[in-house]
């Protein structure tokens, strides 16, 4: 990756953590929590998959309905944005699996107003793990 992108997954990254307290305030907060993946999921690297989530209990006007997941891996967050300014009532976003290290402590997180985390599942594919 280049030092640009990374350094502008890092500026966002704070920017949406900043930007999160101010929110929570505001009436209509929605915290989806996410489907899938789940315990038990695999992938593998540069493989496509929906992320999902449960819209069911969205209220009518919330606050922000930008969404934007992240990975996480061993219960801390990753500069790295699998996917990010898609409508959070759709319920479902493809992503694609990043080259990461292999290991089964990976986590997402779905923000809209404020952040839920997935279970952990495992990422496969690349002949380094730790
Ligand atoms: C995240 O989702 C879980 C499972 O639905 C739920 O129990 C928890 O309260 C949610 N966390 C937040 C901060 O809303
Ligand atoms: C994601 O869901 C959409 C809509 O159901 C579907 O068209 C697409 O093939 C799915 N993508 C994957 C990787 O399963
Ligand atoms: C949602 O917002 C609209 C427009 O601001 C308003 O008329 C409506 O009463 C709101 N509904 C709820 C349930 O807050
Ligand atoms: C995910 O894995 C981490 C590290 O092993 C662990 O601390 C955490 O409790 C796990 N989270 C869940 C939801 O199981």
Same mark, same amino acid.
């Given at each position: ?5 990374l350094l502008l ?8 953590a900043l930007a999160?307290?101010?929110? %929570?305030? =505001?009436?209509?907060?929605?915290? !989806?929590? *996410? @489907? ?10 540069? +493989? ?22 992240? %990975?996480? =891996?061993?219960?801390?967050?990753? !500069?790295? *944005? @699998? ?10 976003? +493809? ?32 002949? *380094?793990?730790?």
């Amino acid at each position: 990756m280049k030092f640009t992108s990374l350094l502008l997954a890092v500026v966002s990254f704070f920017t949406v953590a900043l930007a999160i307290p101010v929110n %929570l305030d =505001k009436r209509d907060v929605f915290v !989806p929590p *996410i @489907l899938y993946p789940h315990s038990g999921t695999v992938w593998t690297i540069n +493989e496509r998959h929906n992320v999902t989530w449960d819209t069911s209990n969205a209220p009518v006007n919330i606050t922000n309905s930008k969404g934007l997941i992240m %990975l996480r =891996k061993d219960n801390m967050a990753t !500069p790295l *944005i @699998l996917a990010e300014g898609f409508n959070i009532l759709l319920g479902r976003f +493809e992503i694609t699996v990043p080259w990461v290290v292999e290991g089964d402590d990976y986590s997402l997180v779905l923000f809209g107003d404020s952040g839920n985390w997935s279970e952990n599942f495992t990422i496969t594919g690349s002949d *380094i793990s730790f």
